[in-house]
């Protein structure tokens, strides 16, 4: 199977613009949840989207939105960028059964964002 | 307030020895503790769960505790190699299922 893909990998953008990122989850799996990674916060859940409904979600404001498709796939958007936005968005999914547990998430080689 | 600890110093080992970490934990009812390897500039990998009611588990040269008590996972790499270096992270799930919790991952550095 393959894996968990996100694109773009690498996008430079300015303060004050919006972005959005793309994830493929591996077939089968449906759900996706997105992470932040900075060097001082380490990974930090963002959300989490599952039969293209919002399950889960972390402490960011409101600028940080997502959304599920009918494919599973998913797109994260933010929105006014600020340069603390600047960070790897990590993209992972799972074969959650919606009974329960997360279990393992197979995680993307991420995007990585600079906020200019 | 809720924390999940991972010394933040890289540590440092020879092949061959016994690389240990150690994930510590305050103010959460964990349903399990998961461990991932994470190489730079890649996505995190998954290694081992473990559940709140198991004490250990293992997988070829990896080995996971679990001390509810203590509050407190250790990971061992035995027979370490330089394909071992990495940053290794745990991450604790709750009870309730509501969110996987990540700690700040510690650098692993195997010297040959």
């Known amino acids: 199977k393959a894996g968990v893909t996100q694109t773009p990998r690498y996008l430079i953008k300015t303060r004050g613009q919006q972005v959005t990122l793309s994830c493929s989850p591996i077939?089968?799996?449906?759900?996706v949840s997105w992470y932040q990674q900075t060097p001082g916060q380490g990974l930090q859940f963002l959300f989490e989207?599952?039969?293209?409904?919002?399950?889960n979600k972390g402490n960011f404001p409101g600028r940080f939105s997502g959304r599920q498709f009918s494919n599973s796939r998913s797109e994260m958007n933010v929105s006014t960028l600020e340069l603390g936005d600047s960070a790897l968005y990590l993209c992972?999914?799972?074969?959650?059964?919606?009974?329960?547990?997360?279990?393992?998430?197979?995680f993307g080689p991420g995007t990585r964002l600079l906020v200019l | 307030s809720q924390k999940i600890e991972q010394n933040s110093e890289a540590l440092n080992i020879q092949e061959g020895k016994t690389a240990t970490l150690t994930c510590n934990y305050t103010?959460?009812?964990?349903?399990?503790l998961q461990w991932y390897r994470q190489d730079p500039g890649r996505g995190p990998v998954f290694l081992l769960l473990i559940r709140e009611n198991e004490k250990e588990k293992r997988k070829e040269r990896l080995k996971v505790t679990f001390d509810t008590t203590l509050k407190q996972s250790l990971f061992h790499i035995t027979a370490s190699q330089p394909a071992d270096s990495a940053t290794y992270l745990c991450a604790l799930m709750n009870t309730g299922f509501q969110k996987l919790v990540f700690g700040t991952g510690t650098r692993l550095l195997v010297s040959p």
């Open positions: 103010n959460y009812s964990p349903a399990y």
């Open positions: 077939s089968g799996h449906r759900s």
């Open positions: 992972a999914s799972s074969p959650r059964t919606g009974k329960g547990s997360q279990e393992t998430q197979y």
């Open positions: 989207y599952f039969s293209e409904t919002q399950r």
